[in-house]
Structure formats: C-alpha cells, structure tokens
C-alpha cells in the first residue's frame, strides 16, 4: 500500500493540486510551441486583406486541440481515466444539454438587458445591412463565438476543474478557475469592477453547468449563445469588444449610465447581468432534463470523494 504523502494520497494517485499543476505546465509549454508554429506558418499571409475571424478562429482551434489533447494526456497517466471524462465526448444526451445551455444563453442576456432597455436607457433597431451581407456576417461570428467558447471551456472548466472535483475540492476549483477567468478579461477595454465581479460570476455558472451534467456540453451552449446573441443578434460589446461582431441583426443606442448598460464593455457590466447569471444558477437545477450521463458518474465516482449532483 502506498504511503500518505504530500504527492501521493492514500490510494497511491498524486494528489489533485500536483495533477492541475502538471498540466498547466505541460499546457503552458506546449501552448506557447504550437501557437509560434502557426505565427509562422501565417506570417507570410496578408493579414489585412483576412477577416480578423478566421486569423482568430486558427488561435482557438490549435488552442482547443491542445488543451483537450494535454487533458487526455493528463487523465490517462495521472488518473488512469479515458478521454472521455473530459467531458466534450458525444455521450447520452450531450445535443440536449447543447441546446438547452444555448437557450439559457439568450435567455440570460434578454434578462441583462431587460432593466435597461425598461427605462429607455437602451434602444435597438434593425440593421439596414443587404440580406447577403447580414447572413455572411452572423454565420462568420456564430462559428467564431462557437470556437472561442470551446476553447475557454476546455480551459477553464476542463481538466484543472475537474480534477479538483474528483478529489472532493469542488468548490475550490471554482472559485480559482472562475477569479481566474475574471482576470483573464481584465485587459479588455473598457473593464472595470462590476464587469470583472460578474465575469467571475459567469465563470461559476458555467463550472456549475459543468458539475450538473458533468460534461461541457452546457456550459458550452451557455457561454457561446450567450456571447453570439450580445455581439451579433444585440449587436453590444462583447467584453468590451466590437471588432467580432462588425455586422449586426440589431443596432445598439446606449444612453447609459454605466451600472445599468454597461456603455462601452457592454451589458456584461451591468446589474442587470448579475440578475441573469443568478437566474442561470436557479435554472441549471431546476431543469429535469439536465442530468449527468451514466457512465461518466461512473468515472467520476472511480477517483474517491467526487459526489456526483442529484438528478
């Protein structure tokens, strides 16, 4: 029998900390490697002439391979578990918990923007763009939104979350990975205080999706419906960011003020975000269609304390 020690639990497995170490350093370093090979391999392309997207879209694409690829490394030699305890597999009911995380999404943002645009703070109107034009532009931002929250997902709520989970530190995990990625948008334009509180806030709604259904499958369809229908469907700053979405179905008139619009981060810095995402929580466990596959309560019951949520 293995010996309790800093490294090893009392089942000989490494300890969680030490397993989430090990792939942030086999993630950092592999990240770096593989994202310098595509600089160079579209160095040569002319970068003025490519919509920002698809320059983007290869980023997150070589991103996401890698992240789920280091993630399955990690859970075979560490844990001795398959790749599809990450939970980005197709098992039973993954198109389900898709579309009702993608339903949530655009309901939550409706909910965000619902005090602002009561009180006349925001208006829309439709855009004046030609048909061809706007069916273009929303298809583009859909597949690029799709790709950008794959990729944060696979990160955030991947296999350092899930890791700690296994091991009964749930809540831990939360909380490190969700200030993580409140940090991880500090640099947008335009953050301040209430954006980075609820942006840490959506990083526990989507780490909740995640342990009521134990795969990625919802917080996927929550986070990209919620960042397409605010940038492409609103047309609002997506974190404070407007270049992903150049061509909108609606057209945005923000008279603020900040706490209630979130002026030139967007909606995501506003009450009315707060009241959203608090809504998401109560939703996510009061939807009886939203249970875990049987066989990854399984693996996740084979690493010791992880007590899988009640459907």
Known sequence: MAHHTIFF???????????????????????????????????????????????????????????????????????????????????????????????????????????????????????????GTLAYQLALSLIFFLAGAAYEELLFRGYVLQTFARSGLAWLAILLTSVLFGAFHLANPSANWISTVNTILAGIVFSVAYLRTLDLWLPLGLHFMWN?????????????????????????SDKGPMWLTGENYGIEASIGCTIGLLLVIVAIYAIPALRPDEYLVKLSHRNRDFTPPVS
């Not at 339903?103 to 009180?119: C, D, E, N, Q, T």
């Not at 992903?244 to 179905?249: A, D, E, R, V």
């Open 9 to 131: 639990d009392d089942s000989g497995v490494i300890r969680s900390g030490w397993r989430a170490a090990i792939f942030l350093v086999l993630y950092g370093v592999l990240g770096i490697a593989v994202q310098a090979i595509v600089f160079a391999c579209t160095r040569s392309l002319d970068l003025e002439s490519i919509d920002v997207r698809l320059l983007t879209m290869i980023g997150l694409v070589v991103g996401s391979i890698t992240t789920a690829g280091v993630a399955w490394l990690c859970g075979k030699l560490l844990e001795k578990l398959p790749f599809a305890t990450l939970g980005a597999s197709l098992t039973e009911g993954w198109l389900r918990h898709f579309l009702i995380g993608s339903a949530l999404g655009i309901s939550a943002i409706v909910v965000a923007l619902a005090p602002a645009v009561a009180s006349g703070s925001l208006r829309f109107t439709v855009t004046d763009a030609p048909g």
């Open 228 to 252: 397409f229908a605010q940038g492409s469907l609103f047309g609002i700053e997506v974190s404070g960011l407007r270049q992903y979405s150049p061509i909108s179905l609606l057209v945005e």
